[in-house]
């Protein structure tokens, strides 16, 4: 079982050893033993997001992660964040939306808390080859995420930052169906798109949400995003924000 506390503190009591686990922070307890949990109030509120996996269907042996049960590991950063914000997602209602999405969410989330254990015991290596894929693929995705608006977001930058080849990270992504290229070029127009039609940002010229996605110049992106929506970002700003009604913003 996994316990992530979100307000206040949590302290697992197993086996006469106990450990503060904070904000920031999440502990893995063994639930087929008995214990108890303490929950300790911030600002009048407590709150934990808790996560039961199947012993069974995690693919390490038991004396590999004793070491980390009833320990803090972190949450804020890595394979920790990746797993606590897919938890918080599906807490908020990101449930299945047909048939068969709901087994394969249990898929990457059991994919991303074994390989949140074997990263911590450093046993990564004993991970079975297609979970080991798709924890990295979680991985990459999160990272483009973080750096859409660096123009120097390339494969290259990728694989250097995770410490991979660059055809493993191109096989990464084919065997979800896309290039990496692909997956980037999507990400940044998506962005780009939200922004057009965000009211906030109404008054910002095209050109400064362009360049604050990472695309190198205004007609590069003009071409990408009439590729992906059929209408210049112009034209599609001004179906939201016709002329005369908003101060048009400069190109």
Not at 51 to 64: G, H, M, N, Q
Not at 121 to 141: F, G, K, M, N, Y
Not at 158 to 186: C, D, K, M, N, Y
């Amino acid at each position: 079982m996994v316990v992530v506390p979100r307000r206040g503190t949590y302290i697992p009591d197993q086996a006469r050893r106990q450990t503060l686990i904070d904000p920031g922070g999440l502990v893995v307890i063994p639930a087929f033993r008995p214990y108890e949990g303490i929950v300790e109030a911030g600002d009048d509120s407590a709150g934990n997001l808790m996560c039961l996996f199947p012993r069974a269907l995690v693919p390490l042996p038991e004396s590999t992660i004793d070491p980390l049960l009833g320990t803090r590991l972190p949450a804020n950063d890595g394979i920790g964040a990746l797993l606590v914000d897919f938890l918080t997602r599906l807490d908020a209602g990101m449930g299945p939306d047909r048939p068969g999405d709901g087994a394969r969410l249990g898929v990457v989330l059991l994919n991303l808390f074994a390989a949140l254990l074997a990263h911590h015991v450093e046993a990564e290596d004993d991970l079975p080859l297609d979970s080991r894929r798709r924890a990295l693929h979680l991985q990459v995705c999160s990272f483009i995420e973080r750096n859409l608006g660096d123009p120097g977001l390339t494969p290259g930058a990728i694989a250097a930052a995770h410490h991979i080849s660059i055809r493993t990270l191109h096989r990464v992504f084919e065997e979800h169906g896309h290039t990496i290229a692909a997956h980037i070029r999507a990400q940044r127009l998506d962005g780009a798109r939200r922004d057009l039609i965000d009211l906030v940002l109404a008054g910002r010229p095209i050109h400064a949400i362009a360049v604050r996605w990472g695309f190198n110049g205004p007609a590069a992106f003009s071409r990408a995003f009439r590729a992906a929506y059929d209408v210049t970002p112009r034209e599609y700003r001004d179906q939201v924000f016709p002329p005369g009604r908003l101060a048009r913003s400069s190109r």
